[in-house]
């Protein structure tokens, strides 16, 4: 039951990223996102790809690696990368 719990947290916060990566793509902008929050959430997300491979735990490891990669798009549109 705990890995079911796990797995379907694990589902609603990596979605809840894509309409952030969505609208960042579509107006080419990540202005309104704060510098501070894209680059503490990054380590905090890497240090869950850290633990869920220490762990092995495949729901920690998967979501937070595909929130990894959103994290890496928005930093991209926020840090202008993208002009």
Do not use: H
């Amino acid at each position: 039951m705990g890995e079911l719990i796990g797995s379907l947290a694990a589902v609603l916060t990596t979605c809840a990223f894509f309409p952030q990566v969505l609208k960042c793509v579509k107006t080419k902008s990540a202005e309104d996102l704060s510098a501070a929050w894209l680059l503490m959430m990054g380590f905090g997300i890497f240090l869950w790809v850290v633990y869920g491979l220490w762990i092995a735990s495949f729901p920690i490891l998967l979501s937070n690696i595909v929130i990894f990669v959103c994290l890496i798009v928005l930093m991209y549109y926020k840090f202008g990368m993208a002009r």
